[in-house]
């Protein structure tokens, strides 16, 4: 399943949805303290009934530097757990968006992630994974703090949920900033594409709770909803008074990113996530009317520099092979969804 939405204008604000529950098993320490064999222990025992129930196990110490970046890319890993040493696995079951990283921070981190906003989706499924492996699984759980996690900001219900946001309008007319200081009155945080220490890529932020313990489930799930649709409100009232000289400027660059997007013999990674910023604030605008979302979508995870050196027959030997690559798969999939 795409994590990116391809579902058209019906709410062009939200890309996905993420709910990401943290869970460790009793008897054994966290995973910054675990050696080697306990690591390998706890893979074999999550991976047994994760596999017969449809699980791809991937075991991320014989994967390449490249292919485990692709994962990055995709979002079914963090950065962090693509670079470990210690022994980590993923199991992925890519029909329902369900990824399970295996001694990440924690012992599991199970996540569904899903194309657009579906936040009580996301949540019934990764439960639903839970469940299954708690039918086995003593979690570690206190009756006062919740769940027992390896970082205290995790104690309580061990729950993530996080809404990648597109805003353009809010982040040109410098309001992000006050953006995030009144969602953390709430409890809520704005964070870059890759999660909690990443930067904002392409006007795109992914707004999640601060707050798990305390609070329950469902609670934090209204709350992020609630903030999404008033985000996504004044995201396009900003859009909307977009007018006069400061419109036609707008849609003069966007107009030049098409056309660069279309046309450019080479683009840098770095690039391709502007002119997407661009082109796609175009579509949304009514500026750009013969690239649609879903081509986008497709870019915006095909491009990536490791998913884009994978899909190559011939393996790009330098960086500016690579840009020339990127620029003939923006082409194709231009031409071909035209």
């Given at each position: 399943m795409a994590?990116?939405n391809?579902?058209?204008?019906a ?7 993420r709910?990401r ?30 596999e ?9 110490s014989?994967l390449?530097n490249?292919?485990a ?8 890993v ?9 022994p980590?696995?993923?199991?992925l079951?890519e029909?329902?968006g369900?990824?399970?990283m295996?001694?990440?921070?924690d ?29 086995d ?9 919740g ?18 946001m597109?805003?353009?309008?809010l ?9 995030a200081?009144q ?11 890759f ?6 890529l392409g ?6 709770n601060q ?16 903030a999404?649709?008033?985000i996504?409100e004044?995201?396009q ?18 107009l ?9 013999h080479m ?26 979302y ?19 027959e ?22 071909r969804?035209?």
């Amino acid at each position: 399943m795409a994590w990116y939405n391809t579902a058209g204008q019906a709410m062009d604000t939200v890309i996905s949805t993420r709910v990401r529950l943290a869970r460790n098993i009793n008897g054994y320490p966290f995973v910054s303290r675990l050696d080697a064999n306990a690591a390998n222990e706890i893979i074999e025992k999550i991976s047994a009934p994760l596999e017969a129930s449809g699980f791809r196990k991937i075991n991320f110490s014989d994967l390449s530097n490249v292919m485990a970046t692709s994962y990055v890319e995709r979002h079914y890993v963090s950065p962090e757990f693509a670079t470990k040493e210690t022994p980590h696995a993923l199991l992925l079951q890519e029909q329902t968006g369900i990824a399970v990283m295996v001694c990440e921070e924690d012992h599991l981190r199970i996540q569904c992630i899903m194309p657009g906003l579906n936040l009580g989706e996301a949540y019934k499924n990764a439960s639903r994974t839970e469940k299954r492996l708690d039918e086995d699984f003593d979690f570690a759980y206190s009756d006062r703090l919740g769940y027992l996690t390896h970082c205290p900001t995790n104690l309580g219900t061990g729950m993530r949920a996080s809404v990648m946001m597109f805003l353009p309008a809010l982040t040109e007319g410098g309001y992000m900033s006050s953006l995030a200081n009144q969602l953390s009155k709430i409890g809520l945080t704005v964070r870059g594409i890759f999660g909690e220490g990443s930067g904002s890529l392409g006007c795109m932020y992914q707004i999640s709770n601060q707050v798990t313990l305390g609070i329950s489930e469902e609670e934090t799930l209204k709350k992020l909803g609630n903030a999404v649709h008033q985000i996504s409100e004044s995201e396009q009232k900003t859009r909307k008074a977009i007018n006069g000289e400061a419109l036609d400027r707008l849609t003069d660059r966007i107009l030049r990113s098409e056309g660069i997007l279309k046309h450019a013999h080479m683009i840098s990674s770095g690039e391709f996530i502007k002119l997407f910023s661009d082109v796609r604030f175009g579509i949304s605008l009514g500026i750009v009317t013969d690239i649609t979302y879903e081509q986008l979508g497709i870019l915006l995870i095909e491009t990536m520099p490791a998913t884009l050196t994978l899909s190559s027959e011939n393996t790009p030997r330098s960086e500016a092979a690579r840009d020339k690559l990127r620029a003939q798969k923006i082409k194709s999939v231009l031409i071909r969804k035209s």
